[in-house]
């Protein structure tokens, strides 16, 4: 494939051979060099018009380990500021001979959007509420450290389901992989058409809790709840029903804690659990740099590693 833009795109046997050819690159990260000059013939430009730091840095990281010359792009510092448009922007920063863009955008679509203006392989960093393929891709790759085969495992994603592009791209990757997936949340928190996801819908934390073998609990997104209306439930509500806490691991050993960050402590969970022996959390992230070289690798026309 040319393009990263959404796990839509990608079938089983894609996705189980990106995590494969990332176990590679995981290995390069504990060496005392970490770094693979697969790039070095490569320009890329980071185009984040949304906030990040995993993501944003582990792709630049990615990129430098192996090799390419890196641009970053933000709104804040750019003619963004003076009115440029989407389409302006990139094929001026096309015209300086690029051979990827990573994007995030606040808009759904835009990845797809930018592989029609210009010639460079695009990667979806984040669209909108839309997908985030390469975090779906480190969660799997991190769920399979703890259980290597994900067939008939019991996923449950916590949280604020409608807002996530994170929880789209998970459910389309786990189902293909052949997990069993949970949302659970409040009702408020679950898209109108939770029905048509392919998941068990759950509004029991205790019930979800005790038969999952993961927990990945999602950030509150605060910032694309409707201007003007009052958060329902309110965040102390939701801690209360559906934040974890230390008592469901002493009450649940079996469960495994993940999230995609950023953690709204106190919140989506106990800080304790976060920082727990349970929690995997800080795994996810150091995957995310060698689950983003794989990708790198794989759309930058290299062949099995
Ligand atoms: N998980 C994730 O996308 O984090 P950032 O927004 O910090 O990149």
Redesign the pocket.
């Known amino acids: 494939q040319k393009h990263l833009l959404g796990l839509k795109e990608y079938s089983r046997e894609d996705i189980l051979f990106v995590l494969e050819q990332a176990k590679y690159f995981r290995e390069i990260l504990d060496r005392p060099v970490p770094k693979v000059p697969t790039l070095r013939d490569k320009t890329i430009v980071n185009l984040f018009y949304e906030?990040?730091?995993?993501?944003?840095l582990s792709f630049e990281l990615a990129q430098k380990r192996m090799g390419a010359d890196v641009v970053n792009f933000s709104t804040g510092s750019s003619s963004v500021k003076k009115g440029e448009t989407l389409k302006d922007t990139i094929r001026n920063i096309s015209s300086m001979k690029i051979d990827m863009v990573v994007v995030?955008h606040e808009s759904p679509g835009v990845p797809y959007f930018l592989t029609r203006v210009v010639d460079a392989a695009i990667i979806n960093?984040?669209d909108g509420a839309h997908e985030?393929p390469t975090?779906a891709l480190l969660d799997m790759f991190t769920m399979q450290q703890v259980y290597p085969d994900l067939e008939g495992r019991h996923i449950a994603i916590i949280g604020d389901i409608s807002h996530s592009r994170?929880v789209r791209s998970n459910i389309i990757g786990l189902n293909k992989l052949g997990a069993k997936v949970t949302v659970c949340g409040p009702k408020t928190f679950m898209p109108v058409f939770v029905e048509d996801l392919g998941v068990e819908v759950s509004y029991d934390l205790e019930e979800t809790l005790s038969s999952c073998d993961i927990a990945m609990a999602l950030r509150i997104q605060l910032e694309r709840q409707d201007a003007g209306t009052e958060l329902f439930p309110s965040i102390r509500e939701y801690h209360e029903k559906f934040g974890i806490k230390m008592e469901h691991l002493e009450k649940y050993p079996n469960f495994t804690v993940m999230h995609?960050?950023?953690i709204n402590r106190g919140v989506e969970m106990e800080s304790e659990v976060a920082d727990s022996d349970r929690s995997i959390i800080l795994s996810q992230v150091t995957n995310g740099v060698a689950v983003r070289m794989a990708v790198l690798y794989l759309l930058s026309g290299g062949t099995r590693i």
Do not use: D, K
């Open positions: 906030n990040s730091t995993r993501t944003r995030r960093a984040g985030h975090q994170v995609p960050g950023p």
